[in-house]
């Protein structure tokens, strides 16, 4: 039963560019959620999506957006990259519907802006 | 809005010492509480829940009692190992699991042989 798998696992960048992060489900969840991790610190909800759709959306700026394909993955895209965009982004499943049950976390994408 | 105050680490302690973390919330409605734990260079696992008052979660000898009369969630475990070494952290959601976690800054917990 293949778990939440996330690509590329690091990517480095620098300041104005672009770019995406993708993430495949745990096998039979539905809802994809995006969080952003600085370190040292806790996971900050970017946005979730369900049925191709964002559902709900963090407090963060419009350079980031997202998408859901037909096959329940997302990606992330994050747009006029800045330095502060630096953190490991996590991806997490979950099936809606399914209340009390966890979200399913991958092992997350590791990103750098030079 | 929901937030999680977490004990501030690092905690650093002997194999066989008595953890606890201790971590506390403000939401709205009842919350569903979690302890999540990350070792290095991965993501998130979930190790416990919670998910309504006077609830225990347990898992792999840790415990943590949703507390509503104290809005708390504190992690326990009797005896550390050295492989309990990793970053702690509690969170919550208050709409149900689909809804966005809320969590903690993290607490980083060493233990030594």
């Known amino acids: 039963d293949a778990g939440v798998t996330q690509s590329p696992t690091h990517l480095i960048k620098t300041r104005g560019q672009q770019v995406t992060l993708r993430c495949s489900p745990k096998s039979g969840h539905d809802t994809v959620s995006w969080y952003q991790q600085a370190l040292g610190q806790g996971p900050q909800f970017i946005f979730q999506y369900y049925e191709e759709e964002e559902r709900q959306r963090g407090n963060f700026p419009d350079r980031f957006s997202g998408h859901q394909f037909p096959n329940y993955s997302s990606e992330l895209n994050v747009n006029a990259l800045l330095l502060g965009d630096s953190a490991l982004y996590l991806c997490a499943s979950s099936l809606k519907g399914r209340d009390h049950q966890p979200q399913h976390f991958g092992d997350g994408t590791r990103l750098s802006i030079l | 809005g929901d937030s999680v105050t977490q004990m501030e680490g690092p905690v650093t302690l002997s194999e066989e010492a008595f953890l606890t973390i201790n971590c506390t919330y403000t939401?709205?409605?009842?919350?569903?509480l979690f302890w999540y734990v990350q070792y290095p260079g991965e993501g998130l696992q979930l190790l416990l829940k919670a998910t309504k008052a006077d609830d225990k979660g347990s898992n792999k000898g840790f415990e943590a009692t949703y507390r509503k009369e104290t809005t708390s969630f504190h992690l326990e475990k009797g005896s550390v190992q050295v492989s309990d070494s990793a970053v702690y952290f509690c969170a919550l959601t208050s709409g149900g699991s689909n809804y966005k976690l809320t969590f903690g800054k993290g607490t980083l917990l060493t233990v030594n042989p």
């Open positions: 939401a709205t409605g009842y919350p569903s």
